[in-house]
């Protein structure tokens, strides 16, 4: 079965724009999270949403949003855009939400903020 | 807060050699244990889990075993090769009530031929 596409896959800004990337999540799994990845400090979570729902948020300023369709495929735009946001954003979905959740990675959307 | 503590790296072996990634975690609870890998270009895929104490994961010849008195979860493979070559991640969920995964800095593998 098809697994988590992310989309664009590279994409350079220059500060003070914004983004969205986008994700589909394996077909079936109605959660999807998030998260920052940089050299500097790991991976990092944003945000996790579930049937539409943000459910879980981690400690980034507002200018990160997302949103999650019916059809469970989400969406996670940064605004106002700054250098630091350089990262890989990896978006990852999963069938349930429980503590033996297991994580499918998408590839990620390399971002570079000039 | 939850946290996983991961040797660090890079770590550079010849092929053949027996691996060894260390792994402690500080959590409440009873966590579920993961180890996942990244290759160079992807996303991260799980390689390994573990959900309860003295249980031992396996996959593709690594194995990692579940220390509730120690709070390890090491991961070990016999042998060694060019392809393991990646960033492996260390990761906790479920305790304190929360599935969102805490993960490690990770730790790159360079396996030399």
């Known amino acids: 079965k098809a697994g988590v596409t992310q989309t664009p896959r590279y994409l350079i800004k220059t500060r003070g724009q914004q983004v969205t990337l986008s994700c589909s999540p394996i077909s079936g799994h109605r959660s999807v999270s998030w998260y920052q990845q940089t050299p500097g400090q790991g991976l990092q979570f944003l945000f996790e949403?579930?049937?539409?729902?943000?459910?879980n948020k981690g400690n980034f300023p507002g200018r990160f949003s997302g949103r999650q369709f019916s059809n469970s495929r989400s969406e996670m735009n940064v605004s106002t855009l700054e250098l630091g946001d350089s990262a890989l954003y990896l978006c990852?979905?999963?069938?349930?939400?429980?503590?033996?959740?297991?994580?499918?990675f998408g590839a990620g959307s390399r971002l570079t903020v000039l | 807060g939850d946290s996983v503590t991961q040797m660090e790296g890079p770590v550079t072996l010849s092929e053949e050699a027996f691996l060894t990634i260390n792994c402690t975690y500080t959590?409440?609870?009873?966590?579920?244990l993961f180890w996942y890998v990244q290759y160079p270009g992807e996303g991260l895929q799980l390689l390994l889990k573990a959900t309860k104490a003295d249980d031992k994961g396996s996959n593709k010849g690594f194995e990692a075993t579940y220390r509730k008195e120690t709070t390890s979860f090491h991961l070990e493979k016999g042998s060694v090769q060019v392809s393991d070559s990646a960033v492996y991640f260390c990761a906790l969920s479920g305790a304190g009530g929360s599935y969102i995964p805490t993960f490690g800095r990770g730790t790159s593998l360079i396996v030399h031929p």
């Open positions: 959590a409440t609870g009873y966590p579920s």
């Open positions: 990852a979905s999963s069938l349930d939400i429980s503590g033996a959740n297991v994580l499918t």
């Open positions: 949403y579930f049937s539409e729902t943000q459910r």
